[in-house]
């Protein structure tokens, strides 16, 4: 067991591992600690619907979100809900939200998603390719089926401009949509075809990717908590952490990378710094998939619940609910889920359940991750922030960080990933 790798990333969901697979690549020691089990219940990578390529998820929504937030504390089958809350920084969150979606960056902040999730797919099909992994990533194309025709008409509209982006859209009428999913019984005025739709096995992806890691030199620490940093002070160098203290023993690495997910905001807080992050629970519902389930990964548009296909069966996650780390369940959230998919896939409504799992998603106000080194350290990194587009954008994200951490020049402009780009506004320093 190594105490002293050249790199330890905290964190060993998705992001976390991606990370240690491209420093890995680049050289040197890499050792990664998780709080539980890789692919564990406890990580946001184990029960997602698991979406990637260009339509694999959507940003969080616009800026009705926080009206309809508070709005459904009093509804407890409502899919979106805000616990109001003087700490863990929620209100100077929703401000920042609510000027990054009227800000006029908006339009640019899409193009660099859907840039990064088309990067991030083509890494996965190269990544994939061997055997066990290979069995974890599906291409079918994906459904985006819309319930009304005001939002189907809304997105025929949009489909030439996502052309022009390289996302293979194309509309499809009911009787069109009956022929690609025959199985299938869709009540939806409409949806949008991606030929480029795909979806990782979750969590059999994660759990392959460690051992794709460990296999590539990676030192994994399972069931490993960080409790506190030894920090080192200098005039001219800076700050550094030479120790990082745990419940399974003390590691005195060269750099650090912090990639825990919703709990990186409390992780950098032990080191003086303040990340603008929220963690937004999600809920899933993985049922036995009975005869009639599509076959091909669908987005139920309007309620923002994805339908995702694996073998006998069959996983529906969404729900949009920030209470800080708190990760119980609420029954009425689970039901109006259900309702949801009820209500575009009428006959799936006699499914067995097997399993009602909820997560933490790491969001940002403006969508987009963290990924950079964390001032006024001179060692730490950080590489969080993902959202509800973890699978589709940790696979360039990692790369970015193993970028900047070598002196390489980095495939894309970091600089909108930059940790301290809420400074400049109304609510104070992130740092």
Not at 135 to 164: D, H, N, S, W, Y
Not at 301 to 319: H, I, K, N, Q, Y
Request: glycine share 14%.
């Amino acid at each position: 067991m190594r105490h002293d790798p050249d790199v330890l990333v905290v964190g060993g969901g998705v992001a976390g591992l991606f990370c240690a697979y491209h420093l890995a690549r680049h050289g040197g020691s890499v050792t990664v600690l998780e709080r539980g089990a890789i692919g564990g219940a406890q990580s946001c990578s184990y029960g997602n619907t698991g979406f990637v390529g260009t339509h694999g998820a959507a940003p969080l929504a616009g800026p009705g979100l926080l009206l309809e937030g508070l709005r459904g504390l009093l509804s407890p089958a409502s899919g979106v809900a805000i616990r109001p809350s003087l700490r863990g920084g929620l209100p100077r969150w929703l401000w920042q939200f609510r000027r990054a979606c009227h800000s006029q960056e908006a339009q640019a902040r899409l193009h660099l998603l859907a840039d990064m999730k088309q990067r991030s797919l083509q890494m996965l099909r190269e990544l994939c390719q061997p055997a066990g992994l290979a069995a974890t990533l599906t291409t079918p194309g994906m459904v985006l089926a819309f319930k009304t025709p005001q939002e189907f008409e809304r997105a025929r509209r949009a489909i030439p401009r996502a052309v022009e982006r390289g996302v293979p859209l194309r509309a499809l009428s009911p009787a069109e949509l009956r022929v690609l999913e025959p199985d299938a019984e869709f009540d939806v005025c409409g949806a949008l075809y991606n030929e480029e739709g795909a979806f990782l096995r979750v969590p059999d992806f994660v759990i392959e990717l460690g051992r794709t890691v460990r296999d590539a030199g990676v030192e994994i620490h399972p069931h490993t908590e960080v409790t506190g940093f030894g920090v080192t002070r200098s005039g001219v160098n800076g700050r550094a952490v030479e120790q990082v203290r745990t419940t399974n023993g003390d590691f005195r690495p060269g750099e650090v990378v912090i990639a825990a997910g919703s709990w990186s905001g409390e992780c950098a807080r032990g080191l003086g710094l303040r990340l603008t992050l929220q963690p937004v629970k999600g809920y899933s519902i993985t049922v036995k998939a009975p005869r009639n389930a599509p076959w091909r990964p669908v987005l139920l548009t309007e309620g923002s619940v994805a339908v995702s296909p694996s073998g006998d069966r069959l996983r529906f996650g969404g729900v949009l609910e920030m209470s800080g780390l708190d990760r119980a369940t609420s029954p009425g959230r689970a039901d109006g889920l259900r309702r949801i998919v009820e209500a575009y896939l009428p006959g799936l409504t006699s499914t067995e359940t097997l399993e009602t799992w909820t997560g933490l998603r790491p969001c940002t106000p403006d969508n987009l991750p963290f990924l950079g080194r964390a001032e006024p350290y001179r060692n730490v990194f950080v590489a969080t922030g993902h959202g509800q587009m973890g699978m589709g954008l940790a696979p360039v994200g990692g790369k970015l960080i193993a970028q900047l951490m070598a002196g390489q020049p980095p495939d894309l402009d970091v600089a909108p990933f930059r940790l301290d780009r809420f400074s400049d506004r109304a609510g104070g320093s992130t740092s």
